[in-house]
Structures are given as C-alpha cells and as structure tokens.
C-alpha cells in the first residue's frame, strides 16, 4: 500500500512569550572555569535573556491561568534554594501550581557562576542583589507572557548541524580521557525547530532545541557571555523578525569542535552554525494547519506524481489541540558520599599551594592548584544539597502539545537520552531540555561510561544505572500521553 498522507506535527493552543535581559553587572564573580585566573566579570560580550512562556488549551476564557509555563535562562544552573525560589515567583505571580513551572538553562559557563559559596569571593557581594533582580525580571516576564496569550499553531521540523562534537577525547599518548572533541565517536546533530504561528497566519517566535555545552569561552574569558546561544538567536531573529528562544539539549558529553578559547568570534561563529541551520529547517515547514498529501498523477513529458498541502481534518485538528502533562520525579540511587572533611582539608591545601606557587611567579602551577581547589568546593557545595537516603528524587516534566511532546530534566545527561527517546517515540518530535533543576547531581552518564576516568564522573553522585533509570521514567510517562 502507498503512503498517500504525511503528517505535519503541529500543537493547537494558546502560547504567550516575554523575554527579559538578565545580563549580571561588570565586576560580578565570574570564574566558572577552574583554569581561569580572574574573578571578576571585566565586561559584556552579548547580554543574557530570560524567555518566559505561558501555554494555556484551546477555548479557555482570557484571564484563564495557563496549562504550565516554561522559563529559560542564559545561567548555567542555579542551586536549589535559589532553582525553588524562581519557581515560587513564577507560580505565585502567574497563577500556576508550582508543580508546573519549569525552569532551564542555557548552561553557558560565561554568564558568571552565583551559588553561595561565592558571594565571599571578589565579585560576590553583587551575586545577591543580582538574584533579587533576577527574580523581579522573572516575575515581570511571566506576567507579560501571561498577558499575551493568544491561539496559536506550532509547526515542527528536523534539521542537523555538526558545530558539536563528541567531547569524550581518548588521549592514547598518555593513557587518559580528556575532556574536548572526540573525532572518533560520533555526535548527535538534530536541530530540532518549532515555529509558532497566530490565528492570522504571521510568526510569532521560532524556537530552537539544539545540544551543546555551551564552552566555547573558557577560562580566557572574563566578559559575561550567553556563549554561542546569544549569536544563534541574533541569527535567527535578524532573519524572520520575532524572538527566539533556544532551549539547551542533552549535552553531558557532547560540546563545541571549536572551543576552550577566549575568542568571542568563535563563539559567535558556532551560533551562527546552529542557526542557520535552524533557519533551513524553518524553510522546510509547510504552512500552519495543514498536512502532506498525495494529489495524484499529471500525464507530462513522464507521468508525474503530485503532493501539495492540505488543510487538516477535523480529526487531525482535535488531535492537534491536545494539552496534557505534568511535572514527575523518579528516584535514582546515589554513590558513596566523599568525606567532606577529607574535601575540606584538601580545599585548604590546595588553596595553600596556589598562594606558594603564585608567590613564586609559577603561575601554570597555581593555576593547576586553584583548578583543584575548585574541584573540592565543587564537592562540598554539592554535599549541602542532598538529601539524606540512598537515592535523589531527580526531577523531571512531560507535557505533550498536540503531535508534539515537550520534555524537560534535571542534572546533565549523556546525549544518549534524547537520542534513545526519539527513537522509542518516532511519530512525534520530541523538544527535550535537561539542566532543569538538580544541579547537584552533575551528570548521568550511561552505565558503561562508569570506570573508565572521565571527567563527568567525577562531580557527579549517580550510580551506574541512574542514565537508563531516567530514560524508562520518562519513556513511561510520554507513553501514557501518547497511547
């Protein structure tokens, strides 16, 4: 039997959009990068964004609350009491249940680095009244995409871009993993674009899902920087004249090919990769409301078969309009904790050797010994954070809109999650952003990663299991929407 209709995947709803500029004050604590050899933001290379949208069901009254709200922005985590904090805002000032609001990150490692433990360091005394500001824009921007409401189409399509690549390098010459591009293992490349139309057919905004840490300013860097998202979005918005909002894949181990520098027009080169890419799979979307079909044959100089687009069915718009979902967790067993006395110690010991070594005028080795140091305050920032028990209760949202299934996680997992998600659900483009919440966990990394010495190991408290453990949760959760 020949195929004779195709699909377009569309959701039918009501959609609002705000975006705020979150983008810190010059001179705020910065450092990220363990390597890195300043504190203080010395300027701006792009600003930073919030984008806040609202989605509500088709038919609801104007001033009806929405369905759930989404937030993202370009930091690179915040901690929890800071992550439920945001939440709160959100929830109070647009009237929705803190069980659905979620939040994500770009993750840049530019944007400046504003957990506790900081605000004692040179830049850190402007890190709490920039959360404060942080949190009246987040409220601000939730009302405004509240406000604007309005029935909207959103239309899906898949494009690819290489600018990311394995990031799980095998050094032979020394026996060891490092952490940079991998040009022997391959690397997720799916750009996957939603393009939001209204009700008179004009776009409205263009939303891009894309994995790749955001690294490719390092520790040479000292201007807060959204990394190559902020160029990405000026691309985009400077072609088709409405907001962009990128949304941050599973990105554990894949980053840029081009990366680890303090270049910003590198980094803005790698934005621009991905969203020209975005702006072919824009092209490639047929107009709202309508599928793919077979028209039939046309007798020419060969007899030639005709397809063209057709308005959806009646059964095909009932189908699209579709909102459902909710916020999940699922319990994941948790390693060995380290000692944090033996992390305290070593933090002071290797804050002592980055003062004899500097001293001293080595500053590769105090830089070195700084990077440890970093590691260690790492470790006990994250031990503050966990809950007592064997297991983490790491969270996790599905909400399916129309054809479409939204998805969102917390922690840093391998690529290996939308990839093996995509290809358990392939009749529905699935928009998957992790980095939402549960920054202590650091990584999920798949079970036969564990062992072998990369890096993403090291910070992270999940056992061997907890990657495939959340990949069943979600796939049970997307199923239920989807039967």
């Given at each position: 039997m020949s195929t004779t209709h195709l699909n377009n995947p569309t959701s039918r709803l009501r959609f609002g959009l705000a975006r705020m500029n979150i983008t810190p004050p010059v001179g705020i604590y910065h450092r990220l990068w363990g390597a890195a050899r300043h504190d203080r933001a010395t300027g701006v290379h792009r600003p930073l964004t919030c984008e806040v949208m609202a989605f509500g069901a088709l038919g609801d009254a104007p001033g009806t609350p929405p369905h759930h709200l989404r937030a993202v922005l370009d930091l690179p985590g915040l901690v929890e009491a800071q992550h439920e904090e945001l939440v709160r805002v959100l929830a109070e000032s647009c009237g929705v249940p803190h069980s659905q609001v979620v939040i994500s990150f770009s993750h840049t490692h530019s944007s400046g680095?504003?957990?506790?433990?900081?605000?004692?360091?040179?830049?850190?005394?402007?890190?709490?009244?920039?959360?404060?500001?942080?949190?009246?824009?987040?409220?601000?921007?939730?009302?405004?995409?509240?406000?604007?409401?309005?029935?909207?189409?959103?239309?899906?399509?898949?494009?690819?871009?290489?600018?990311?690549?394995?990031?799980?390098?095998?050094?032979?010459?020394?026996?060891?993993?490092?952490?940079?591009?991998?040009?022997?293992?391959?690397?997720?490349?799916?750009?996957?674009?939603?393009?939001?139309?209204?009700?008179?057919?004009?776009?409205?905004?263009?939303?891009?899902?894309?994995?790749?840490?955001?690294?490719?300013?390092?520790?040479?860097?000292?201007?807060?920087?959204?990394?190559?998202?902020?160029?990405?979005?000026?691309?985009?918005?400077?072609?088709?004249?409405?907001?962009?909002?990128?949304?941050?894949?599973?990105?554990?181990?894949?980053?840029?090919?081009?990366?680890?520098?303090g270049d910003t027009a590198v980094a803005d080169s790698n934005g621009r990769q991905v969203g020209f890419a975005a702006l072919s799979?824009?092209?490639?979307?047929?107009?709202?409301?309508?599928?793919?079909?077979?028209?039939?044959?046309?007798?020419?100089?060969?007899?030639?078969?005709?397809?063209?687009?057709?308005?959806?069915?009646?059964?095909?718009?009932?189908?699209?309009?579709?909102?459902?979902?909710?916020?999940?967790?699922?319990?994941?067993?948790?390693?060995?904790?380290?000692?944090?006395?033996?992390?305290?110690?070593?933090?002071?010991?290797?804050?002592?050797?980055?003062?004899?070594?500097?001293?001293?005028?080595?500053?590769?080795?105090?830089?070195?010994?700084?990077?440890?140091?970093?590691?260690?305050?790492?470790?006990?920032?994250?031990?503050?954070?966990?809950?007592?028990?064997d297991t983490f209760p790491v969270q996790f949202s599905v909400h399916r809109l129309g054809d479409a299934i939204w998805i969102s996680c917390g922690g840093e997992p391998y690529n290996l999650l939308q990839v093996d998600l995509r290809r358990r659900f392939p009749n529905h483009p699935l928009l998957i952003s992790p980095i939402s919440g549960d920054l202590q966990v650091a990584y999920l990394l798949p079970q036969d990663r564990y062992g072998k010495g990369l890096y993403q190991e090291e910070p992270s408290i999940l056992a061997p299991g907890c990657l495939e453990g959340l990949i069943e949760a979600i796939s049970a959760q997307v199923e239920a929407l989807v039967r």
């Open positions: 680095w504003f957990v506790p433990d900081r605000f004692n360091l040179p830049g850190g005394e402007l890190i709490p009244g920039y959360l404060r500001d942080l949190n009246e824009k987040g409220r601000q921007a939730g009302e405004q995409a509240v406000a604007a409401m309005q029935e909207v189409s959103i239309s899906y399509a898949k494009g690819q871009s290489n600018m990311a690549g394995n990031r799980d390098y095998w050094d032979a010459e020394r026996g060891l993993y490092a952490c940079g591009f991998n040009p022997d293992a391959p690397a997720d490349d799916t750009v996957m674009v939603a393009r939001v139309t209204n009700a008179a057919g004009e776009l409205a905004a263009v939303i891009v899902n894309y994995a790749c840490h955001p690294t490719t300013l390092a520790w040479d860097n000292s201007l807060i920087s959204p990394d190559y998202v902020g160029a990405l979005r000026e691309t985009v918005e400077q072609a088709t004249g409405v907001t962009s909002v990128f949304l941050q894949g599973a990105c554990g181990d894949l980053g840029p090919r081009h990366g680890f520098v799979a824009l092209e490639s979307i047929d107009p709202p409301l309508s599928d793919f079909a077979y028209t039939g044959p046309v007798v020419s100089g060969a007899t030639l078969g005709t397809w063209a687009p057709t308005p959806l069915s009646d059964a095909r718009l009932a189908a699209t309009a579709t909102l459902a979902g909710a916020c999940h967790h699922v319990d994941l067993p948790i390693r060995e904790r380290p000692d944090r006395a033996q992390l305290e110690r070593d933090l002071a010991e290797w804050n002592a050797k980055s003062d004899a070594a500097a001293a001293q005028g080595d500053l590769q080795a105090a830089g070195d010994a700084r990077a440890y140091a970093e590691r260690a305050r790492r470790w006990i920032a994250r031990l503050d954070d966990l809950p007592p028990g």
